[in-house]
C-alpha cells in the first residue's frame, strides 16, 4: 500500500516571481498561466501574524503525527500500516505548508531589505545634499571673516578722537557738512589733519635741536671752569684731614672707598653704591666696604703693551718652548676651568649689624667669565654660645642664606648661558665649585642688578641701579631677620639638648601650669634618615621637606609611653613653621595613619601654630610647638580608659580638668586649652 502510493506522484506546481521563465513555454502557454501564481503578490495580501499562527498549528499537527506514528509502529500491529500511510501523507502536506510559510518569510524579509535599501540611498542622497551646503557654508562664513579681517594701513595709525577733532580742527579741514554724514570722508579728514599736525610737530623738533645744540656748548664752558676746580679742592681736602680726623667725619677715607669703587666691575659698583646709599638714609648699622688688590683690577682694563720691541727676546724663548714637554689634555682642561671661574681681584663687604651687637659677614665676588656675582657669609656673635650639637648647621656659612627667598638654594647659575660654557670645559654643575667661590643666589644678582630672564634670553646683561635698589631693603630685612632667628634658635637647641624646654614668661597663658610629659631627646638626623620613617611619607609626597630644609627628631616621654617627633624646619624660619610628624609607642604603634587622635595631636602644633608664635618676630615658635606637644600627650594619655583586664591602679590618673571626654564618631580628644579656666574642650 505503500509502494502505491509512494509511486503515485502529485502535479507539480511550478512558482515564478512574476512570470513564467524564458525559454519553458511551448504551444499551450496561453493554458499553462493559469497554473503560474505569484507568491509576491499573496505576501502582499496575507497577514504575516495569521501566517505565524498557522506555522504554530501546523508544528503542533506534526508533533502530533509524529507521536501517533511513533506509537503505531511500537505497537507491530501489521494492520496498522494504513493509517500509518495516512498519517504519513498529512504530514507531507503540514510539511508542504511549512515550505511555503517559509518562501513567504524569504519574501517578505527581500522586501523588506529593499525598503530599507531604498531609504538609505535617499538619506544618503539627502546626507550628501547637506554636506555639500555646509561646505557652501564654511566657504561664506571664510569669505565673510576675511572681508571682516580686512586692516587697511590707516588703522594702525592713532588719530585723535572725533570730539577733539571737530573742536582743534579748521572747517575746511573738518567739513562737518559732509563728514558727519559719510564715515569714508570723516576718516580722509581726519587723515589729512593728523599730516597737518605731524608737520607742525616736525617744525617745533627742529627749533628743539637747535635750542639743544646751544644749551650743549654753554655745557661744555662750564666743565671747563669745574676742570679748573679739582686742584684747588685737592688742596683743601688735604688742609681739612686733621678737622676731619677730630670729629669723626671720614671724608677722605669715603674719598678713598669711591675712588676704589670706580675699579670695581658694574654688578659689584652697583651694589656697592645701592647699598652705601641705603646705610646712610636707612640703616646706620649698614657697613660697606671694598676689599681686594687695586693694582690687579686696573691691570685687568690696560689695552694690552706693543710686543715690536721684543721680537728678538721671543726668539730666544720659543726655542725654550719647545724643548719643554706640553701639557696633557687634563693639565690644560684644569687651566681652562681655573680661567673660567676667575673672581675679580676687588669684591665689596657687607656687615649687618644686630642690636645684640651680632653681625653677619658678606663677602660678594663677582665671577667676570660668567658674569654672576657669588656670596660668602659668616656670623660673628658678641659673645661666645655654647655648643649645642643639633646646632651644627644653623650658622654654619653654606646653609646660613638658603632659601632666603622661597626657591633660591644658590647651587645653580642664574645665567643660562653658563650651562654652554661648562660644556666646553667639562664643568658638570657650579655646585661643585660653591665652597671655593661663594653661592650664586637670585637675591644676589639682584642686588647687583643682575637680571636673567628665562623665557626671554638676552645676549648682554646689563647691571641695572633701580633693579638692585628695589630689592635692597626687603633683601637687608630678610638678612637680619634670618640671623636672629638663627641665634635664637641656637640658644633653644642647648636648652632642649638638656631636657628643657625654654617657654617664656609671655607665652605661659599657652600652657596648664602641670605639664607631666617630659623632652628626654632632641638631636639632628640627616634627611635620608628622615625620608626611612613610615610616618613621614605624607609631608614627603606633599612637598613639605626638601634636602635643603633642617631635620631633627624630639622623644617625649611619660611612663611607659613615648611619643617620637619627626621635625622638619624650613629655612625661613619663623615665616614658616615647623612640621611636625608624630608616632606613639604605648600598647602598640600609633601613627595619624592609624589613630585619629594622634593626627589631632600633629593638627595642634602644624594647623593651629599661629596660637603658639608669642611675640614677634615669632622665634619661640618652635619650643611653643614642643610645649603643646607635652601638654597634648598628657591629654592623650589621661584620657584613654581604663583596662579593666590589667590588675591595679590606672597607669595615667586623670589631672587635667575636661569638659568632655571624647566627642564625635572619631572619638576625638580636648587638646584645646581655655585659659584662664584651665580646662580643656574640643575645638
Same mark, same amino acid.
Not at 621637606?545 to 611607659?560: K, Q, V
Given at each position: 500500500?505503500? *509502494?502505491?502510493?509512494?509511486?503515485?506522484?502529485?502535479?507539480?506546481?511550478?512558482?515564478?516571481? !512574476?512570470?513564467?521563465?524564458?525559454?519553458?513555454? %511551448?504551444?499551450?502557454?496561453?493554458?499553462?498561466?493559469?497554473?503560474?501564481?505569484?507568491?509576491?503578490?499573496?505576501?502582499?495580501?496575507?497577514?504575516?501574524?495569521?501566517?505565524?499562527?498557522?506555522?504554530?498549528?501546523?508544528?503542533?499537527?506534526?508533533?502530533?503525527?509524529?507521536?501517533?506514528?511513533?506509537?503505531?509502529?511500537?505497537?507491530?500491529?501489521?494492520?496498522?500500516?494504513?493509517?500509518?500511510?495516512?498519517?504519513?501523507?498529512?504530514? $507531507?502536506?503540514?510539511?508542504?505548508?511549512?515550505?511555503? #510559510?517559509?518562501?513567504?518569510?524569504?519574501?517578505?524579509?527581500?522586501?523588506?531589505?529593499?525598503?530599507?535599501?531604498?531609504?538609505?540611498?535617499?538619506?544618503?542622497?539627502?546626507?550628501?545634499? #547637506?554636506?555639500?551646503?555646509?561646505?557652501?557654508?564654511?566657504?561664506?562664513?571664510?569669505?565673510?571673516?576675511?572681508?571682516?579681517?580686512?586692516?587697511?594701513?590707516?588703522?594702525?595709525?592713532?588719530?585723535?578722537?572725533?570730539?577733539?577733532?571737530?573742536?582743534?580742527?579748521?572747517?575746511? @579741514?573738518?567739513?562737518?557738512?559732509?563728514?558727519?554724514?559719510?564715515?569714508?570722508?570723516?576718516?580722509?579728514?581726519?587723515? =589729512?589733519?593728523?599730516?597737518?599736525?605731524?608737520?607742525?610737530?616736525?617744525?617745533?623738533?627742529?627749533?628743539?635741536?637747535?635750542?639743544?645744540?646751544?644749551?650743549?656748548?654753554?655745557?661744555?664752558?662750564?666743565?671747563?671752569?669745574?676742570?679748573?676746580?679739582?686742584?684747588?679742592?685737592?688742596? @683743601?681736602?688735604? +688742609?681739612?684731614?686733621?678737622?676731619?680726623?677730630?670729629?669723626?667725619?671720614?671724608?677722605? /677715607?669715603?674719598?678713598?672707598?669711591?675712588?676704589?669703587?670706580?675699579?670695581?666691575?658694574?654688578?659689584?659698583?652697583?651694589?656697592?653704591?645701592?647699598?652705601?646709599?641705603?646705610?646712610?638714609? $636707612?640703616?646706620?648699622?649698614?657697613?660697606?666696604?671694598?676689599?681686594?688688590?687695586?693694582?690687579?683690577?686696573?691691570?685687568?682694563?690696560?689695552?694690552?703693551?706693543?710686543?715690536?720691541?721684543?721680537?728678538?727676546?721671543?726668539? &730666544?724663548?720659543?726655542?725654550?718652548?719647545?724643548?719643554?714637554?706640553?701639557?696633557?689634555?687634563?693639565?690644560? #682642561?684644569?687651566?681652562?676651568?681655573?680661567?673660567?671661574?676667575?673672581?675679580?681681584?676687588? *669684591?665689596?663687604?657687607?656687615?649687618?649689624? $644686630?642690636? =645684640?651687637?651680632?653681625?653677619?659677614?658678606?663677602?660678594?665676588y663677582y665671577l667676570m667669565n660668567l658674569n654672576v656675582m657669588t656670596v660668602k657669609a659668616?656670623?660673628?656673635?658678641?659673645?661666645?654660645?655654647?655648643?649645642?650639637?643639633?646646632?651644627?648647621?644653623?650658622? *654654619?656659612?653654606?646653609?646660613?642664606?638658603?632659601?632666603?627667598?622661597?626657591?633660591?638654594?644658590?647651587?645653580?647659575?642664574?645665567?643660562?648661558?653658563?650651562?654652554?660654557?661648562?660644556?666646553?670645559?667639562?664643568?658638570?654643575?657650579? *655646585?661643585?665649585?660653591?665652597?671655593?667661590? !661663594?653661592?650664586?643666589?637670585?637675591?644676589?644678582?639682584?642686588? !647687583?642688578?643682575?637680571?636673567?630672564?628665562?623665557?626671554?634670553?638676552?645676549?648682554?646683561?646689563? +647691571?641695572?641701579?633701580?633693579?638692585? +635698589?628695589?630689592?635692597?631693603?626687603?633683601?637687608?630685612?630678610?638678612?637680619?631677620?634670618?640671623?636672629?632667628?638663627?641665634?635664637?634658635?641656637?640658644? /633653644?637647641?642647648?636648652?632642649?639638648?638638656?631636657?628643657?624646654?625654654?617657654?617664656?614668661?609671655?607665652?605661659?597663658?599657652?600652657?596648664?601650669?602641670?605639664?607631666?610629659?617630659?623632652?628626654?631627646?632632641?638631636?639632628?638626623?640627616?634627611?635620608?634618615?628622615?625620608?626611612?620613617?613610615?610616618?613621614?611619607?605624607?609631608?614627603?609626597? &606633599?612637598?613639605?621637606?626638601?634636602?635643603?630644609?633642617?631635620?631633627?627628631?624630639?622623644?617625649?616621654?611619660?611612663?611607659?609611653?613615648?611619643?617620637?617627633? &619627626?621635625?622638619?624646619?624650613?629655612? %625661613?624660619?619663623?615665616?614658616?613653621?615647623?612640621?611636625?610628624?608624630?608616632?606613639?609607642?604605648?600598647? !602598640?604603634?600609633?601613627?595619624?595613619?592609624?589613630?585619629?587622635?594622634?593626627?589631632?595631636?600633629?593638627?595642634?602644633?602644624?594647623?593651629?601654630?599661629?596660637?603658639?608664635?608669642?611675640?614677634?618676630?615669632?622665634?619661640?615658635?618652635?619650643?611653643?610647638?614642643?610645649?603643646?606637644?607635652?601638654?597634648?600627650?598628657?591629654?592623650?594619655?589621661?584620657?584613654?580608659?581604663?583596662?579593666?583586664?590589667?590588675?591595679?591602679?590606672?597607669?595615667?590618673?586623670?589631672?587635667?580638668?575636661?569638659?568632655?571626654?571624647?566627642?564625635?564618631?572619631?572619638?576625638?580628644?580636648?587638646?584645646?586649652?581655655?585659659?584662664?579656666?584651665?580646662?580643656?574642650?574640643?575645638?
Amino acid at each position: 500500500m505503500s *509502494s502505491e502510493s509512494s509511486k503515485k506522484r502529485k502535479p507539480k506546481v511550478i512558482r515564478t516571481d !512574476g512570470a513564467p521563465p524564458e525559454g519553458k513555454r %511551448g504551444k499551450g502557454d496561453g493554458d499553462q498561466d493559469l497554473r503560474y501564481y505569484s507568491e509576491e503578490c499573496e505576501v502582499d495580501l496575507r497577514d504575516p501574524i495569521k501566517d505565524y499562527e498557522l506555522y504554530r498549528e501546523t508544528c503542533q499537527e506534526l508533533q502530533r503525527l509524529m507521536a501517533e506514528i511513533q506509537e503505531l509502529k511500537s505497537r507491530g500491529i501489521k494492520d496498522n500500516a494504513a493509517e500509518i500511510d495516512e498519517r504519513r501523507i498529512q504530514s $507531507c502536506v503540514h510539511f508542504m505548508t511549512l515550505k511555503k #510559510l517559509n518562501r513567504l518569510a524569504h519574501i517578505r524579509l527581500k522586501k523588506g531589505r529593499d525598503q530599507t535599501h531604498e531609504a538609505k540611498q535617499k538619506v544618503d542622497a539627502y546626507h550628501l545634499q #547637506l554636506q555639500n551646503l555646509l561646505y557652501e557654508v564654511m566657504h561664506l562664513q571664510k569669505e565673510i571673516t576675511k572681508c571682516l579681517e580686512f586692516k587697511s594701513k590707516h588703522e594702525e595709525i592713532e588719530l585723535v578722537s572725533l570730539e577733539e577733532f571737530y573742536q582743534a580742527a579748521p572747517p575746511e @579741514i573738518s567739513r562737518p557738512a559732509i563728514t558727519l554724514s559719510e564715515p569714508h570722508q570723516q576718516t580722509l579728514a581726519r587723515l =589729512d589733519w593728523e599730516l597737518e599736525q605731524r608737520k607742525r610737530l616736525a617744525e617745533k623738533y627742529k627749533e628743539c635741536l637747535t635750542s639743544k645744540e646751544k644749551i650743549l656748548k654753554e655745557i661744555e664752558v662750564k666743565k671747563e671752569y669745574l676742570s679748573s676746580l679739582q686742584p684747588r679742592l685737592n688742596s @683743601i681736602m688735604q +688742609a681739612s684731614l686733621p678737622v676731619q680726623e677730630y670729629l669723626f667725619m671720614p671724608f677722605d /677715607q669715603a674719598h678713598k672707598q669711591y675712588e676704589t669703587a670706580r675699579h670695581l666691575p658694574p654688578p659689584l659698583y652697583v651694589l656697592f653704591v645701592q647699598a652705601s646709599a641705603y646705610g646712610q638714609a $636707612c640703616d646706620k648699622k649698614l657697613v660697606v666696604a671694598i676689599e681686594g688688590n687695586v693694582e690687579e683690577a686696573k691691570a685687568l682694563y690696560k689695552p694690552p703693551e706693543d710686543s715690536q720691541d721684543d721680537e728678538s727676546d721671543s726668539d &730666544a724663548e720659543e726655542e725654550q718652548t719647545t724643548k719643554r714637554r706640553r701639557p696633557t689634555l687634563g693639565v690644560q #682642561l684644569d687651566d681652562k676651568r681655573k680661567e673660567m671661574l676667575k673672581r675679580h681681584p676687588l *669684591s665689596v663687604t657687607v656687615d649687618l649689624k $644686630c642690636k =645684640d651687637e651680632n653681625v653677619l659677614h658678606l663677602t660678594f665676588y663677582y665671577l667676570m667669565n660668567l658674569n654672576v656675582m657669588t656670596v660668602k657669609a659668616k656670623v660673628a656673635t658678641a659673645v661666645e654660645m655654647t655648643t649645642a650639637v643639633s646646632a651644627g648647621d644653623l650658622l *654654619s656659612p653654606d646653609s646660613i642664606l638658603n632659601c632666603l627667598y622661597p626657591g633660591d638654594h644658590g647651587r645653580k647659575t642664574p645665567n643660562p648661558a653658563n650651562q654652554f660654557q661648562f660644556d666646553k670645559v667639562g664643568i658638570l654643575t657650579l *655646585s661643585d665649585y660653591v665652597t671655593e667661590l !661663594g653661592h650664586p643666589y637670585v637675591w644676589v644678582q639682584k642686588l !647687583g642688578g643682575l637680571h636673567f630672564p628665562k623665557d626671554q634670553p638676552q645676549h648682554t646683561v646689563t +647691571a641695572d641701579n633701580t633693579l638692585s +635698589a628695589s630689592h635692597m631693603e626687603l633683601t637687608v630685612k630678610l638678612l637680619r631677620s634670618r640671623l636672629q632667628s638663627r641665634l635664637a634658635l641656637h640658644k /633653644q637647641f642647648a636648652s632642649l639638648e638638656h631636657g628643657v624646654v625654654p617657654v617664656s614668661s609671655e607665652c605661659q597663658h599657652l600652657f596648664p601650669t602641670k605639664v607631666v610629659s617630659r623632652l628626654v631627646k632632641w638631636a639632628a638626623v640627616p634627611y635620608e634618615d628622615y625620608a626611612k620613617l613610615p610616618y613621614t611619607k605624607d609631608v614627603i609626597e &606633599a612637598g613639605l621637606a626638601e634636602d635643603t630644609h633642617l631635620y631633627y627628631m624630639a622623644l617625649i616621654e611619660r611612663g611607659t609611653a613615648k611619643l617620637q617627633a &619627626a621635625v622638619v624646619l624650613n629655612p %625661613g624660619y619663623s615665616t614658616l613653621p615647623p612640621i611636625f610628624s608624630l608616632c606613639l609607642n604605648w600598647k !602598640g604603634e600609633r601613627t595619624g595613619s592609624n589613630d585619629d587622635n594622634i593626627r589631632a595631636m600633629e593638627s595642634e602644633v602644624n594647623v593651629n601654630y599661629k596660637e603658639l608664635w608669642g611675640p614677634k618676630p615669632g622665634h619661640q615658635l618652635l619650643t611653643n610647638q614642643l610645649q603643646r606637644l607635652c601638654m597634648v600627650l598628657d591629654v592623650y594619655l589621661e584620657t584613654e580608659p581604663h583596662d579593666t583586664s590589667v590588675e591595679g591602679p590606672k597607669e595615667f590618673p586623670q589631672e587635667k580638668m575636661c569638659l568632655r571626654l571624647v566627642r564625635g564618631p572619631l572619638r576625638l580628644k580636648p587638646f584645646k586649652f581655655n585659659y584662664p579656666q584651665g580646662f580643656f574642650s574640643h575645638r
